[in-house]
């Protein structure tokens, strides 16, 4: 795959269609390949495709408004674009998506404790190991063969469900505590794309600065709603994440409610309203206070 | 030189702590412990620098009650930092010049600084990233620590203020870590950083900082981590029956770092804060305090979730032509 990845961008960039790809290549620490940007034919050959291209690089796309680009894409990376698409912050003719059928990125973390250098089934990604959907769901070109859904599981959400309110407010006052507030889960996210963060708002203060525990929840949480029917579930906060907190079953929490209540997934397809940005006297009320 | 067993000498930091508030590894940072007991080494070093001791991520600086009166935070308590690398004392002496100046000291810093028994420990094995030995020192030196021990397995070889290593109860010993020194050395990789800050200078205005930007999704991550980042930011905690001044940590690498009130953002673009991170670290460091700005301890380049490494970018820096 990595060939014909490299094959194709060294086409769009000479034909001009592109004036620049974004894809990975071999990174300077152990099990990391790593964003990079080819802005020459000849630059092609550092391209490279592995189950440690971890990043979803839609987060760069922000950048790079009203030019004419070529993306590398999983299938969560796609989705993330149509994601985009759909929410008005890019334009389908100005991205050439490069699509690459996935069979799932390895932890290289977990795989360096345990001192392992060779990727197996036990360290894809919770979020790999039940994709839905491995294969772009849009692309100018497929670099494969297409690759079958894995099975849809959510024990990893149904293990803090089944706590009750104050196990799981322990568990998430416990697991939270942890974030330094460095905002690599909100900088890694193709979807967190706000000029000016909640967060970052000063006037007034909504979140106070520092490690407060109330303050650390609110930041933590507030993320998580403000990507409910939104969130792509690509993992790219969660492995960016240097206190490794588990910011991937708040998410998929949201994701498995909003496609219980309203049936509805984001990224998949350009037609579909978002799902917070439409309104359907049928839907749900239950879960209001 | 002297030594000391192992249990002996974590027996007697148990003991003083209570006298001592101990600051020791506890897995991905340090944390002040009740028992030594609760110490754990994940690997050589911590994720979290123990810099939040010196300046702490949150701290408050004073407070006020309704009626205005206000009360001034004192750092008074004595501490022990426990099981710093020589790299992250470095970090400390060059925090220093920028905390403890003529002009403007800054009393809780200082206050910290003065007030905290720092006990180093030496890198036998150091890591893969690091890279200390570039910036003129290296993995066995004591530098501004009191006490820096050397692991010998189930002994530490001790050198550092004979007041200390008598309060330890350390004895004499024949023995030296030369050997352990030149070949910790020898497992470093060194980057060039000679002519460094004249280069960058000479390519500030340059694409260079466009195109390393590229990559970095400019997170806080390798701020926060570093031993020897320092920005913060100053709020008023404001509550109905008083209030509090604290100082928080902050990251050039944010856009709201420099904003401006009058909305002017004189680092809006990604670039201009990459940009910002390496020129403090590698040209305004040195040209303001003869000293680099980086320890070399591989943190930003280990964490980075996008693997920019700064190591690469010193070297392509070197080699710029554009």
Redesign the interface.
């Known amino acids: 795959m990595t060939e014909k990845i490299r094959e194709i961008a060294r086409r769009i960039l000479e034909n001009g269609e592109v004036e620049l790809v974004i894809g990975f290549e071999k990174g300077t620490i152990p099990l990391k390949s790593r964003p990079v940007f080819i802005e020459k034919p000849e630059d092609v050959e550092k391209l490279i495709w592995d189950g440690f291209c971890e990043n979803n690089l839609a987060t760069y796309l922000r950048r790079y408004k009203g030019r004419k680009v070529g993306i590398v894409a999983k299938g969560c990376d796609s989705r993330a674009i149509v994601n985009l698409i759909v929410e008005g912050q890019l334009n389908r003719e100005d991205v050439y998506i490069i699509g690459v059928p996935c069979t799932g990125m390895y932890d290289r973390r977990k795989m360096l404790r345990d001192g392992k250098l060779e990727p197996s089934d036990d360290y894809l990604f919770m979020n790999c190991k039940t994709c839905q959907y491995p294969t772009p769901v849009l692309y100018d070109e497929l670099v494969g063969e297409e690759v079958s859904p894995r099975t849809r599981d959510y024990s990893d959400v149904g293990t803090i469900e089944k706590m009750s309110s104050d196990e799981r407010w322990e568990w998430f006052q416990r697991e939270f505590s942890r974030c330094i507030r460095c905002y690599a889960c909100r900088e890694a996210c193709p979807m967190c794309f706000c000029e000016f963060c909640f967060v970052d708002e000063n006037r007034p203060e909504w979140v106070e600065g520092g490690i407060h525990p109330s303050d650390l929840g609110f930041w933590n949480l507030g993320r998580a709603f403000h990507l409910a029917g939104r969130c792509v579930e690509c993992g790219a906060c969660e492995r960016a994440c240097p206190m490794e907190l588990p910011l991937m079953v708040l998410n998929r929490k949201m994701a498995k409610d909003v496609k219980e209540i309203f049936g509805y997934e984001p990224g998949v397809s350009l037609d579909e309203k978002p799902v917070l940005g439409t309104f359907n006297p049928e839907d749900r009320e239950d879960f209001i206070l | 030189m002297k030594r000391i067993e192992k249990n002996k000498f974590y027996e007697k930091l148990n003991d003083l702590i209570g006298e001592y508030r101990v600051f020791a590894p506890f897995g991905?940072r340090y944390r002040y412990i009740e028992d030594v007991s609760e110490i754990r080494f994940d690997g050589l070093l911590t994720?979290?620098s123990p810099k939040a001791h010196f300046l702490p991520?949150?701290e408050e600086l004073f407070r006020w009650d309704e009626r205005e009166n206000i009360k001034v935070k004192d750092v008074n308590d004595k501490y022990i930092v426990f099981g710093m690398r020589p790299c992250e004392v470095r970090a400390l002496s060059l925090l220093d010049l920028v905390f403890n100046t003529e002009k403007f000291p800054d009393p809780y810093y200082i206050n910290r600084r003065k007030n905290t028994i720092i006990i180093s420990i030496a890198c036998n094995e150091p890591l893969?990233?690091c890279f200390c030995t570039s910036f003129g020192y290296g993995p066995f030196t004591k530098g501004d620590a009191d006490l820096m021990l050397v692991d010998m397995g189930d002994y530490f070889l001790g050198e550092g203020d004979e007041n200390i290593l008598d309060l330890f109860g350390f004895t004499d010993s024949e023995e030296d870590y030369k050997e352990l020194k030149e070949k910790a050395e020898s497992k470093i990789k060194r980057i060039e950083i000679q002519g460094i800050p004249e280069k960058l200078e000479q390519i500030r205005e340059t694409d260079f900082f466009k195109k390393i930007t590229?990559?970095c999704?400019?997170?806080?991550?390798c701020?926060?981590?570093c031993p020897t980042c320092y920005c913060f930011?100053i709020?008023d905690?404001n509550r109905l029956n008083g209030g509090k001044r604290?100082r928080?940590?902050?990251?050039c690498m944010?856009?709201?770092y420099t904003q401006e009130t009058s909305g002017h953002n004189p680092r809006y673009e990604?670039y201009r804060r990459v940009r910002q991170r390496i020129m403090h670290k590698f040209a305004y460091y040195p040209s303001l305090y003869n000293q680099y700005g980086c320890v070399g301890c591989g943190r930003c380049?280990?964490?980075c979730?996008?693997?920019f490494?700064i190591?690469?970018v010193i070297r392509e820096a070197g080699g710029y032509n554009g």
């Open positions: 991905d994720k979290m991520q949150e893969e990233t590229q990559r999704i400019t997170c806080g991550t701020t926060f981590l930011d709020q905690r604290v928080v940590w902050d990251s944010f856009k709201i990604e380049v280990t964490y979730p996008v693997n490494d190591r690469e």
